[in-house]
C-alpha cells in the first residue's frame, strides 16, 4: 500500500469519525461560532449539556406547590359511581339510548341501541360544601371539603392506551416527556440521594402505554421515571453482585466516569454527562432507596391509618411510600393502580362486582394521604391529584349488539372527573357541570391542555414559556393547540 492510499484511507477513517457537532465547532468559515451561540442559549434554556442537570430553572412566578404526587387509577373508574351522581339516570335506566346520544360517536365496544343504565349505588351529600359521593368511597366522602373537583374533565382519545399518554404526556403517540419528566426538569430536586421522579405500580399490572407514561422522551434522561416496588427489592439492578463491596463499585464507577468525561470533551454529547448523573445516581440510591421504602420504621398508628400490607405490592403501601418520597424532597411521585376497567365482560370488571373490589383498595389509603399530608403541614405545599384516563358512558354496555349478564359501561372521552388537594387548590369546591345524564359537559369544559397549564402554574411555571426546542418546534407539555390556566380551581 502506497503513501498516497494511506492517506485517503486515513482522511476517510477521520470522516467517518467526525460528528457534525465537531465540524461546525472545527469550521473556519464562521458555522463555528454560530454553533457555540446556538449552544450556549440551548445550555440556558433547557440545562442541556449543563454538569448540574437537576439544578432548578428561574420559575416564572411564585409557585404554590413544591412537589406533585399523582394518584391515577388505570382502565378509568366511573365517574357516575363514585362523584357525577345524576338523578335523572334513574328515570331513564333501561331504556332505550336516545339515538341523538349515538350520532357521530365512536365507542370502544358498544353497537347498536344500548339501554341507558343508572346508578348503581347510593348517593349522599356530605361535608359544608354539599358534595355528592357515593357510598363506594365511606373514608373520602368525609374529606370532600379539602377537595377540589372537575367534574367536565376531556380528551380526545377513546382507547386505553392513547388516553393514558394524553393523560400523562399532553400526546396521544408515545416519545413525549411526561408530566413528572417536565416537573422535574423545571423544579430540579431537593435531595440528590434519590430520582427527582418516582413511579409506583399497583394491581398486578402496568398500564396499557407501560413505560412511556414516565419517559423523558426528547429531554434527557436523567428526567425519566424511576419504577420502585413496595415488595422485594425496591429498584431492580441497583444492589451490587454477590462478593462486589462498594469500595469496589466506587472504584469502578470513578473508571467509568473518567471514560466517560474523555468522551464528552471529544463529542460533547450532553447525553454523556446524563450517563454520569446516572450512574452517580444509582449508586446513592443503593443506600438511600431502602432506607426510604422501608414503611416497618413508620408507627403502628400511622400504618393502620393507611392499611398498609408490608411485604406486598398495594395501593395502600404505595400511598404510604409516597409521603415518605415526598418528605425527603422527590418532586414528583407517580401512582398508577390497575383494574378500573369496568366493562362488564367478567367478574373483576364489573360495576356490581371488581369494581366494589377497587373501591375498597383505594378508599381508605387515599384518604389516608390526605390527611396524613394536611397533619404534617405538607398538604400546603403538596399538590395531591387523582384521575382516571376518560369517563364512562351513561348507557350500559353490550357486546355485537346484546345485553351482557354482568353490569358494565363504555368509554366516554366527553366528561370525567379529577379531583385535586393541595397548594394553591380551592378546597370544597366543585367546578364545571355534565348534562343530566352525565354524558358531557354543560358548563366550564376542561381539556387535558388545560389541566397541564394549570398544573404548571401551580408548580410556578407559564405552560407558554416552558419550551424544549426539538424537531422544528419549541415543544411544550401542553402541545401546540391553545391552553389556558382554570383559574376557577385557583385558590
Not at 468559515?29 to 449543563?50: D, E, V, Y
Not at 453482585?241 to 469500595?247: F, I, M, N, S
Amino acid at each position: 500500500m502506497n503513501l498516497h492510499t494511506l492517506f485517503n484511507e486515513q482522511s476517510r477513517a477521520d470522516l467517518e469519525l467526525t460528528t457534525r457537532r465537531q465540524f461546525l465547532r472545527q469550521c473556519t468559515t464562521g458555522l463555528g461560532g454560530i454553533w457555540l451561540a446556538t449552544q450556549a442559549g440551548l445550555a440556558a434554556g433547557t440545562k442541556h449539556g449543563t454538569e448540574s442537570a437537576l439544578d432548578q430553572l428561574l420559575a416564572h412566578h411564585a409557585p404554590k406547590a413544591k412537589r406533585v404526587i399523582y394518584l391515577h387509577m388505570v382502565g378509568a373508574p366511573s365517574q357516575l359511581e363514585l362523584f357525577d351522581f345524576r338523578p335523572e339516570l334513574a328515570r331513564l335506566d333501561g331504556q332505550d339510548c336516545p339515538q341523538e346520544f349515538l350520532e357521530g360517536k365512536r365507542f370502544a365496544f358498544i353497537q347498536g341501541t344500548p339501554k341507558m343504565l343508572g346508578h348503581q349505588y347510593p348517593f349522599k351529600q356530605y361535608g359544608q360544601s354539599g358534595t355528592w359521593v357515593s357510598d363506594r368511597l365511606p373514608h373520602f366522602s368525609q374529606l370532600v371539603d379539602e377537595v377540589c373537583f372537575i367534574k367536565t374533565m376531556q380528551t380526545d382519545q377513546f382507547n386505553h392506551g392513547p388516553a393514558q399518554l394524553m393523560v400523562h404526556t399532553g400526546n396521544a403517540r408515545m416519545g413525549s416527556p411526561s408530566i413528572g419528566s417536565w416537573v422535574t426538569w423545571g423544579l430540579g430536586t431537593e435531595n440528590q440521594d434519590l430520582p427527582g421522579f418516582i413511579v409506583l405500580l399497583s394491581g398486578g399490572r402496568q398500564p396499557r402505554a407501560g413505560n412511556a407514561l414516565w419517559n423523558s422522551g426528547f429531554l434527557p434522561s436523567v428526567y425519566q421515571g424511576v419504577q420502585c416496588r413496595s415488595k422485594g427489592e425496591p429498584v431492580l439492578n441497583v444492589t451490587n453482585p454477590k462478593g462486589v463491596g462498594r469500595d469496589i463499585r466506587r472504584e469502578l464507577l470513578d473508571s467509568l466516569n473518567r471514560l466517560n468525561r474523555r468522551a464528552y470533551d471529544e463529542f460533547g454529547d450532553p447525553e454523556t454527562l446524563t450517563r454520569i448523573a446516572q450512574y452517580e445516581m444509582a449508586f446513592r440510591m443503593q443506600t438511600a432507596v431502602p432506607e426510604v421504602m422501608n414503611i416497618e420504621d413508620e408507627p403502628e398508628h400511622i400504618r393502620e391509618l393507611y392499611g398498609v400490607e408490608p411485604g406486598k405490592e398495594s395501593f395502600a403501601n404505595n400511598c404510604l411510600l409516597a409521603r415518605r418520597l415526598a418528605e425527603k424532597g422527590v418532586r414528583y411521585i407517580q401512582l398508577f393502580d390497575w383494574g378500573w376497567d369496568s366493562h362488564g365482560a367478567e367478574a373483576s370488571e364489573a360495576l356490581n362486582d371488581g369494581f366494589k373490589r377497587k373501591c375498597r383498595q383505594v378508599d381508605q389509603p387515599m384518604s389516608a394521604l390526605l390527611i396524613d399530608l394536611k397533619q404534617r403541614g405538607m398538604l400546603d405545599d403538596t399538590l395531591l391529584v387523582w384521575s382516571g384516563e376518560f369517563g364512562r358512558t351513561p348507557m350500559r354496555e353490550n357486546r355485537g349488539g346484546e345485553e351482557m349478564k354482568l353490569v358494565g359501561r363504555d368509554h366516554n372521552p366527553e366528561a370525567f372527573t379529577l379531583w385535586m388537594a393541595g397548594a394553591g387548590v380551592k378546597a370544597g369546591h366543585t367546578h364545571g357541570e355534565t348534562d343530566p345524564m352525565g354524558y358531557g359537559p354543560v358548563k366550564d369544559p376542561v381539556p387535558l391542555r388545560d389541566f397541564h397549564a394549570t398544573l404548571l402554574h401551580l408548580l410556578g411555571f407559564n405552560h407558554n414559556r416552558m419550551i424544549v426546542p426539538f424537531q422544528g418546534l419549541n415543544q411544550k407539555l401542553t402541545g401546540v393547540k391553545p391552553a389556558e390556566v382554570v383559574k376557577g380551581v385557583l385558590a
